[in-house]
């Protein structure tokens, strides 16, 4: 027997970026949900993935939000003295660094309800 192994593939495709303030055209409501299911910035720069797939026999539909979060700076490279002033000051040279999130929902953009948001939050703040 002979099994056929075609395989294709599924490719995330930016569709929008917004933020929970300006909302987003494809969705009337999704800018609200977030705001209220979930605890992604009010500010923080959105980007929306999308990806499906055309074949009837994968039903692969998803929608990805991704933001960037600011954690702790690293400290910069330069010598520190023990004097408090010298501790500020390379603070001041410090690196920042972001954490990327990647939020999904088994849902075409413009098909996510409210459940959808709520139930995907709960699932993603779960594997932390």
């Not at 002033?85 to 001041?92: E, T």
């Not at 929902?105 to 779960?126: A, P």
Request: charged fraction near 25%; include cysteine.
């Amino acid at each position: 027997m002979i099994v056929s192994r075609s395989s294709h593939n599924h490719g995330w495709k930016l569709v929008g970026n917004g933020n929970l303030t300006t909302g987003f055209p494809f969705h009337s409501k999704l800018a609200e949900w977030l705001s209220i299911y979930t605890n992604i910035p009010k500010d923080a720069e959105l980007e929306i993935l999308e990806v499906s797939c055309g074949e009837v026999s994968c039903p692969t539909e998803e929608t990805l939000i991704v933001w960037k979060e600011q954690g702790e700076p690293f400290p910069s490279l330069s010598p520190s003295l023990e004097t408090q002033d010298s501790v500020d000051a390379s603070n001041k040279d410090a690196i920042p660094i972001y954490r990327n999130h990647e939020f999904r929902i088994s849902r075409k953009k413009e098909n996510i309800s409210k459940m959808d948001v709520d139930l995907s939050w709960k699932r993603y703040i779960g594997k932390f």
